[in-house]
């Protein structure tokens, strides 16, 4: 069932009730040259091995993690998507994103090389200042969706950011 803005909500789905299965699945693949589909940054804690081109990677709810997606031809790069993502609990609603089960709160999407490339660039610089990815306030990946949307550079993550999210982070219920 899809609920406002076409969010999906589990519980019009069905509730998923054991510990495993309320993890958020990102199905990883790897064909040479062809397709590719890898995380950025993240911090799963499961891994299933399905073959030697594809794995499964589980999420706990409230994790950030990005997600790329790369396809190509012999001409060249046909697809790229990034997407940053919030896995989210059983009652939570989400979007859908292919390869993500079921899906996950969308802090930030983008498509064409361009612009996957200049968020991998802004990933790169947040890591050089000793901070992971997946640590980094969601508030701040809404903002770079929101100015890249725009045209727009977004603003620099800096240390006294993050320190005040990590404080706001440890008194939220």
Do not use: C
């Amino acid at each position: 069932m899809t609920g406002l803005a076409g969010h999906r909500t589990l519980a019009a789905e069905g509730a998923r009730s054991s510990s495993a299965t309320a993890l958020t699945e990102v199905e990883l693949i790897w064909i040479e040259k062809s397709l590719e589909y890898w995380v950025r940054f993240g911090n799963p804690v499961q891994e299933r091995i399905i073959d030697r081109r594809r794995r499964v990677l589980g999420f706990r709810p409230g994790s950030l993690f990005a997600f790329v997606r790369w396809t190509a031809n012999d001409y060249g790069t046909v697809a790229s998507h990034l997407d940053i993502l919030r896995a989210v609990a059983p009652h939570e609603a989400y979007q859908t994103v292919p390869a993500v089960t079921p899906g996950g709160e969308l802090l930030l999407t983008v498509s064409a090389w361009p612009k996957v490339e200049r968020v991998l660039q802004l990933i790169d610089a947040i890591e050089a200042r000793g901070i992971d990815g997946a640590d980094v306030a969601p508030d701040h990946w809404r903002h770079v969706h929101n100015r890249l949307a725009a045209g727009e550079s977004p603003r620099v993550y800096t240390q006294a950011q993050h320190r005040a999210w990590i404080k706001r982070r440890s008194i939220l219920p």
